[in-house]
């Protein structure tokens, strides 16, 4: 996050767009709040596109309400949210970078296309 004008959050846009005024919600702390700008490298932005990595400034936000790994979303439109499972399929690619047998209540961290997730294999 960067600091000067306000809570800007930082990082890639992976689904959707993003833009000013937009309300989006932070997971997993649920604060909802309205986008007020978006910028890449310093240059103010209409719209960001999935693969932009960009800085927001948002609205009434303290830096002690989000936190690094967050997740933003559209609060209109599907907002994220936590979870307490998840399915997913592991390739054998994955699966052969570990040296570890895969067996109940064997863990590693996986990384997905939104974060860095604790996955638990049963």
Same mark, same amino acid.
């Given at each position: 996050?960067?600091?000067g004008?306000?809570? @800007?959050?930082?990082?890639?846009?992976?689904?959707?767009?993003?833009?000013? &005024?937009?309300? %989006?919600? =932070?997971?997993?702390? /649920?604060v909802?709040?309205?986008?007020?700008? @978006?910028?890449?490298?310093?240059?103010?932005?209409?719209?960001a596109?999935p &693969?932009?990595? %960009?800085? =927001?400034?948002?609205? /009434?936000?303290?830096?002690?309400?989000?936190?690094?790994?967050?997740?933003?979303?559209?609060?209109?439109?599907?907002?994220?949210?936590?979870?307490?499972? =998840?399915?997913?399929q592991?390739?054998?690619?994955?699966?052969?970078?570990?040296?570890?047998?895969?067996?109940?209540?064997?863990?590693?961290l996986?990384?997905?296309?939104?974060?860095?997730?604790?996955?638990?294999?049963?």
């Amino acid at each position: 996050m960067s600091s000067g004008i306000g809570t @800007v959050p930082v990082g890639r846009v992976e689904t959707g767009t993003l833009k000013a &005024g937009m309300i %989006v919600t =932070f997971a997993p702390v /649920n604060v909802t709040t309205e986008v007020k700008s @978006v910028e890449m490298h310093h240059t103010s932005l209409e719209l960001a596109h999935p &693969g932009d990595n %960009v800085g =927001f400034n948002v609205k /009434n936000v303290s830096v002690k309400d989000v936190r690094r790994g967050n997740v933003a979303g559209d609060s209109k439109n599907d907002p994220p949210k936590e979870t307490e499972e =998840f399915k997913a399929q592991v390739t054998g690619d994955t699966v052969c970078k570990f040296p570890h047998t895969f067996n109940a209540a064997f863990a590693k961290l996986l990384l997905s296309t939104c974060s860095i997730l604790a996955s638990y294999f049963c």
